[in-house]
Structures are given as structure tokens and as C-alpha cells.
């Protein structure tokens, strides 16, 4: 680690050398537009991930408008507390671009003119046999010592400056001309830098059927216990993922150090995992059927073809997903998937229409695996209470339904239901149905 | 504007009475996950574009991890250059939640316990007949003088205080409960704190049809002559909005403000004018098949369900919305929606074959109009080239049917064709075909 890299503890936030960070790294995109939520700020998600892949730290994100003063202002403060500053935004060749203005006034220096640069520019637009704007000069600026690092797939040269050990690196706001200088400038020289001589590795397990505060309990001492690997929790759409992050010399040392973790958390969180890292439940349901070779159907009344989608989703899906019936009206289910009416006389929303849906989907649908669903979503109640859905599964080795009482609006009822059924066929298959 | 409000030059930035800011409120998003570039910050956009909106004025977004210490530096310096502050995410009931830590610790104030809401809390989980984790009862803390604002969307109460003049605000993480509670409980609350003596009324023309640059071309002149009203265009899942934005002393004179230059817009784009403000498409199918009396079922093979579940997710659907095919495997367009085989034989993804869905989801499912889809969504081509979808509408006036290209990967593919379809629905319904 270079002397340069040295943290001041009194201007620097506690560095955790015992998970070997290295660098701590703030992100501050420029830019009214995005403050004003015309832009999502997507470039500060890709440089926060290949920071973090590489090891660095990132305490703070900050965005701020085209304004000189406050982008002085957060580079000012970003120096006190980071290593190493990335700007994105506000190089450009019009008048609201003062990142260069904003860097030299930070640190104090003036702007120098790049003459040599300036030609190139001017043949640039040469070439392409236009006159090239007065204001495209700006781009020639460059506050005193920094280093204009060319940019292939724009004009707007980035730039790289130490100042006071912090390194400040200004990238382009545009997405393709920013990432492809941070992967081929800005992160090399920032591993160079800190002379990094290790890794970090996440692993994502993925879980169903806990609620984030039984999964957390369960994995309490884990959680409090380590930090390297250090464990984190994810709730989304009903789903529970628990993030194993180790920091190692090499990736080969960063699995050993997960591996046992991963173990522990299998074991303590059971049936309800399903999957690591991008796999998704559909694509985990698609897979278990291609092992069987089986084909799946669906039948869907409240939540109308969601499920058939999500599994079309999957790029092969036709492989094993066969089709389904959304049978929205009540008539429908007899019609078109054989409930009988005397069934469907005593409740729509019940075990016993959602498994002859799942059973009359199979055959008419000619698979070996269906999945049903009914209920109440609401706003106004169908039978049952709001939120009341009814979910049956029908394979070779049985068929099985499950009531569920989700909370929340109709959009969200139905989504959950949607998760929910893609999770119990995989529950079905494995031969595990998830107990409360 | 309350004396509340009143801003000290040396620590409130340049406010604008000129475009009327009346407050400055800045946004803090607390999630290690986001620093990581797991999860993009879309909640700032959605706050950004909500407080501009209404004519509140950000200087600085943040982002921030689940870190007590730089959490209350954040709160911190916010309550030094902001009127009020947004916080989202850190109050739920993890360990790593500890936003209402962090506000306490800013503010010097002690964490209260709300017996009350504890109870409620029990007795959601009771009704959902499970044992509620204690780790749950983190969310009835809340700083002294803090009020809890009860969340219908999730457990998770959000809060609110005041301190020293600034108004601090903490909404869950979870897009769906943190857009209810801004619309609902928070942007009115500003509103009246800020005494807000003008509003800011938007209207938002939607169009389906034609590229932006096609509308942006034909409104040029209204765009570049007017900025009161403004108008400004959003493209987004191949509809296009143009939002007509007016200042006014009352809501009536922004109305009439905003009249005039709907008017022209509506004028100058013709039929590709669907709806205003937040009028979905397949809301303004439902309707026209309300006027008319007609009931609809959906026909789908490449989009597999994704019509449908967009027509069911409209509250009262049931009212003409009778139900669908997804027919994935070739064999079930015969024999689930009577495709004659030689049709089949001529081409699965062509004109022929989707006419003939469309009539047979009308006869099988017994409705007035049915819409069907057959394509090439990829990444492997099928029959045409990916990208090529075909759709055709059926109505007691008559059938048609439409080749669309469609760019982009499957999933976007298969997003476009199911929002083309319902707009194909509705101009076959008002009696217009899109012209290129």
C-alpha cells in the first residue's frame, strides 16, 4: 500500500484494514437532470459494483447539479473523507459543463489550455466536414497537473489528478463512453495505486418462505459475528436473498472463506433456498423440469397469465412450457378446463376449483405438470377476504394446494401470488411443500 | 411561507424566489446495496422528479450505507443546507436498519417505544397466523417528537420531525409503500409547511405511434415559444408523453393556462392520442369496451400472458375481461384455438395464423373482441426474424392484423408487443388504424 495511500485518521473515515480496503472511493455524478429525476443515476449503480468487485470501499454517493459552488463543495468534502474521487458528468463542450472549473477551484489550481488537443478537435469535426463550435475549445481545458486521458468513444477527454494524496478522476456522463473508460483507464490505475493483492467475492443465497426478520434471527450470530465474509440481508417481491461478501488474496481463498458460511446458511434456512446468485425461480422451475422432462401448464384466474409469463420469460422456456388458460370469468373454468359446476357452485375461490383447474389444465393442455391459481384480489372481496389466494400444483407424484393471505394492493397481491406459485411448483417437484 | 421556513443566508443555499422554490429538500437514500450497485437508486429519480414538480428545489442527493456514524454525518449536513430532508430505506425491521438510530443520534433525542403499534404489529401476524419475530418491534421506535405515519403498503411506519427549523422525513425503501407515503402523506405535508401559494399543475398527453422526434418535430415551435406553460416529452415503453407544466396563483387558472396548448397538441397528433395523465392504455381499452358493452379475451403465444395480466390489473376488468389462451406449442393453437393445421403448416408466425386465433379465443371464450400474438421474440429466431411480431384484433366490425419489428432483446420484445396490441385493440375500437 503506497504512502500516498496513507489515511489521516482525522480526515478519514475508519478504513477497515482488517478486511483489506484499500481505497476508499466516493462516486459524485453532476448533473441537474438528474436531480430533477429526468436521468436514473445508473452510472453511480456500475461504478459502486466494479468498485466493490475490485475491493474498494464506497462510503457516500453524491449527486449534485450543474452549479460551481456546490460541485466545489461536495469535492471539497469528498477529499476529506475518500481516497480517490470519480466524477461522472459535466465535460462535456456546452456552457452548463463546469466539472473542469469545478476541480481546478476545488484544489486551488488554474485551468491550462491544451493547444495540441484543441487541433485534434478542430480536425475531428474537419473530417466530418463541419465547422466545429467555438465552445467545443472548453474540452482543451484542463486544470493545472492533471493528465487529459483520450477518449475513443467520444470527444470529451477524461481527466486524472492527485491532489493532497486524494485522486480525482473526471469521466464522461454518457453511460457507454463513461464505463469504458473506468474499465480500461480509471480502474487499472486505481489498482496500480493501491498495489491491490486481493479479491472480493459475493455469493447470493435465495430464499422463499421466511420473512426477512426470521431469516435475519435465524442467521443472528452469523450476521454479528463475522465480518470477513460478512453476511447482508436483500428483501424483494417476497423473496429473501442473503449476500456472503469475502475478501481473500485470491478468489480461490474468497470460495473457501464463503463455502462453509454458504453451508451454514443452507442448512439453517432449509427448503426455502432455491437458487444463488442471478438464478431466478422461473429459470430454477425451468431447469428442474428439463432434468424430469416434464412439461408444465398453467391456469390462472386472479393472477390472469403472470405466471405464464414470467416462465416465457425465459429464453428455451418452450422446451418444456407448453401453455395455460386464464380463465378470468367463472363459466370459463368449467368450459375450458372441465370444473365441474358443482365445485364451482361452492366456492371459486377454493382448494378443491384451484386443484380441478391445475388437474383440467394438464389434460387439455397435455403436460405432466400444472399450476393453478385462485382468489380474491381485490379491491372488492370475491368470496374470501382480500388478499386470499388460492394456489394448487398437480404433477405425476400428486397434486397439493396451499391457501395464502398476502397483504397489500392488487398489483402487489397479484405479483406475490405469481412468485408464490412458481415457488410451490419447485416445492412440489422437490417434494418439499414449505411448512409455516 | 411560515417563519419555520425562513432560510439564514449562511447555511441555506441561494434560494430562487424567482421561480418560487419555497423549499429546499434534499434526499438521502440509505442502503449498503446501493452503494454496491446491487439495487439503482430509482427512488431519487421518482422523489426528484415529485419535488420538482411541485416547485421544491434539491441541491444534493446522497447515498449513504447502512452505517450509523456517516448516516447521522449525512442527516447532519443535510440539516445545515435543506429545509427538509428525505430519507429512504434503514426502517425496517433488521439489524441493519437503523435509520431511526441515526435520526435520534442527529437530533440529540432518545428513541421511544410505541406500545400501541407494537400491538398492532402482533396482531398482523397473529391474522396471518404466524409468531412475530421480536427483531419487529424495532419498527414501533421512533425519536422523541417524531410522529409515525402509519404505512398501508408495508409494517414499516414512516416518521416525521422537525428540528431546528428542518423537517426530517423517513419513508421505506420499497418503491410501492415509498411512492404511496410521498403521494399521500409527505409532499402534502411540505406543501402546506411551505404555505405554497401557487400550484404547479402538469398535464400529461399520451401518445402511442408516432418516434419523439416525429412529435417532438411537430410541437417544435409550442416548445421553443412557451415557458409558461412548458412542455417537455418522455419516452418510455414505446409511448410517448408529452407533459404540458403550468404556474398559477389557483389550480383553475393553471387549468386554463393548460387548456389552450392541449388543444394543439391533441390537434397535431391525431389518433395516436390514447389518454392524459395516468390513464394506462389498457385502462382505456376497458373503458371503450364498457361504452360499448363488449366483453374481450386475449390469444397469446410470443407475449404468453403478458396481455392479459395487463388488461386483469385493472381494478373492475372482470366487467369485460372474460379470460385467454397462451398457446406456446404449435398443436395448442389448433387444438385450443381451432387453428386449422394447414394454416399452421403455412406458417406459425404470420398473418393467417393470428387472424385465426383472434377468431377462436372470440368463439372459445365466448367474447366480442379478442386480440391475438404470434412471433419471434429470440434470441433464437422462429419462422421470421427476432423482432417480428404479428398481431390482429378482432371486433364485431371486423379483423385486421399488423406485422410489427420490434427492437431490443426478448424481454423488451415481448413488453413492446404487448403494449402495441392494446393500443392496436383500441384504435380498431375507435376505427383507426395507425398509419406510418
Known amino acids: 500500500m503506497s504512502s500516498r495511500f496513507y489515511r489521516a485518521p482525522d480526515n ?7 478486511t483489506g480496503v484499500l481505497l476508499i472511493v466516493e462516486v459524485i455524478a453532476v448533473g441537474t437532470e438528474l436531480l430533477l429525476g429526468q436521468i436514473t443515476n445508473r452510472n453511480a449503480a456500475y461504478l459502486g ?11 457516500y454517493q453524491v449527486v449534485v447539479g450543474d452549479n460551481l459552488d456546490r460541485m466545489v463543495d461536495c469535492i471539497a468534502t469528498a477529499m476529506g473523507r475518500a481516497d480517490a474521487i470519480i466524477l461522472t458528468g459535466g465535460i462535456g463542450p456546452t456552457q452548463d459543463d463546469v ?3 469545478a476541480i481546478a477551484a476545488a484544489t486551488g489550481r488554474s485551468l491550462e489550455f491544451n493547444a495540441e488537443f484543441a487541433e485534434s478537435l478542430r480536425k475531428f469535426w474537419e473530417t466530418r466536414g463541419r465547422e466545429m463550435p467555438e465552445s467545443n475549445l472548453r474540452q482543451a481545458e ?3 497537473g492533471a493528465e487529459q486521458i483520450g ?4 470527444t470529451a477527454p477524461a481527466l486524472a489528478l492527485e491532489h493532497d494524496g486524494c485522486w480525482i478522476f473526471a469521466l464522461p456522463g454518457v453511460p457507454a463512453e463513461m464505463q469504458f473508460l473506468m474499465e480500461h483507464e480509471i480502474l487499472p490505475r486505481l489498482r496500480d ?12 443465497i435465495r430464499s422463499w418462505g421466511r420473512s426477512e426478520s426470521q431469516v435475519a434471527e435465524l442467521l443472528d450470530d452469523l450476521y454479528n459475528r463475522s465480518t470477513n465474509p460478512s453476511l ?3 428483501a424483494s417481491a417476497g423473496e429473501i436473498k442473503v449476500r456472503i461478501t469475502a475478501k481473500a488474496p485470491t478468489e480461490a481463498d474468497a470460495v473457501e472463506l464463503i463455502a462453509p458460511y454458504e453451508e451454514i446458511v443452507r442448512e439453517r434456512l432449509g427448503a426455502s433456498v432455491f437458487g444463488v446468485d442471478d438464478e431466478t425461480i422461473e429459470k430454477v422451475v425451468l431447469d428442474l423440469l428439463n432434468e424430469r422432462g416434464w412439461t408444465i401448464a398453467t391456469a390462472e384466474s386472479a393472477t390472469a397469465g403472470m405466471i405464464a409469463a414470467r416462465i416465457a420469460s425465459v429464453p428455451g422456456a418452450s422446451q418444456v412450457f407448453r401453455g395455460g388458460a386464464v380463465v378470468y370469468a367463472t363459466d370459463l373454468k368449467a368450459s375450458i378446463l372441465d370444473v365441474p359446476q358443482e365445485v364451482l357452485d361452492e366456492g371459486v375461490v377454493s382448494d378443491a376449483t384451484a386443484l380441478f383447474m391445475a388437474e383440467g389444465a394438464a389434460r387439455r393442455f397435455r403436460t405432466d405438470v400444472a399450476v393453478a391459481v385462485t382468489g380474491s384480489a381485490g379491491p372488492d372481496p370475491q368470496e374470501r377476504a382480500v388478499g386470499t389466494m388460492i394456489i394448487a400444483v398437480h404433477t405425476p407424484e400428486g397434486s397439493g394446494s396451499r391457501v395464502m393471505r398476502l397483504p397489500g394492493d392488487r398489483e402487489r397481491i397479484r405479483t406475490y401470488a405469481a412468485t408464490a406459485a412458481l415457488h410451490l411448483v419447485r ?3 422437490v417434494g418439499e411443500w414449505w411448512e409455516r
Chains 1, 2 share one sequence.
Open 232 to 234: 447482508a440481508f436483500l
Open 151 to 154: 477518449n475513443p468513444k467520444g
Open 99 to 101: 466539472t473542469r472549473e
Open 49 to 59: 459494483d466494479k468498485l466493490a468487485e475490485s475491493g474498494f470501499d464506497a462510503h
Open 12 to 18: 478519514k473515515q475508519n478504513p477497515r484494514p482488517e
Open 142 to 144: 484542463y486544470p493545472e
Open 427 to 429: 416445492l412440489a417437484m
Open 193 to 204: 495505486l493501491a498495489g491491490v493483492d486481493h479479491v472480493v467475492l459475493s455469493r447470493l
